[in-house]
């Protein structure tokens, strides 16, 4: 038996491809969703609980890796709980002393001693 080639330009072949592009890109954005609601589903993540019973949910799902690596003031991505990373020691508690640009040095100058003479 012969088979004969298809063209690849014909119709039948193109609207395929077309049906098959169109399929993927409506299919895409729900790849994105799914994890997104996923996520949404941690009691950790809903406001309308008790901070108590939202802390308690959240520690209770970190391993102990995840939890010492809480410690420091860069914090790692935790993906699996859906949780970015963070900086903590920028609030006025700290001051500027550790408002640093991931150790590019500090966002604000210090000011010089006639400036501040004159300020006080």
Excluded at 34 to 44: C, G, H, L, V
Excluded at 69 to 89: D, E, N, V
Aim: charged letters at 25%; one cysteine or more.
């Amino acid at each position: 038996m012969h088979r004969t080639r298809r063209d690849p330009r014909s119709p039948g072949r193109r609207s395929r491809s077309l049906t098959l592009v169109l399929a993927a890109a409506l299919a895409a954005p729900l790849a994105w969703t799914a994890p997104a609601a996923a996520r949404e589903a941690y009691p950790f993540r809903d406001p309308r609980l008790p901070v108590q019973a939202r802390v308690d949910d959240l520690v209770g799902r970190l391993t102990l890796d995840e939890k010492i690596s809480l410690l420091h003031q860069y914090q790692p991505a935790i993906p699996r709980l859906g949780i970015g990373r963070f900086k903590t020691g920028t609030e006025a508690l700290h001051g500027v002393a550790w408002s640093t640009d991931g150790g590019k040095g500090p966002l604000t100058k210090r000011f010089d001693s006639p400036f501040c003479c004159g300020v006080s």
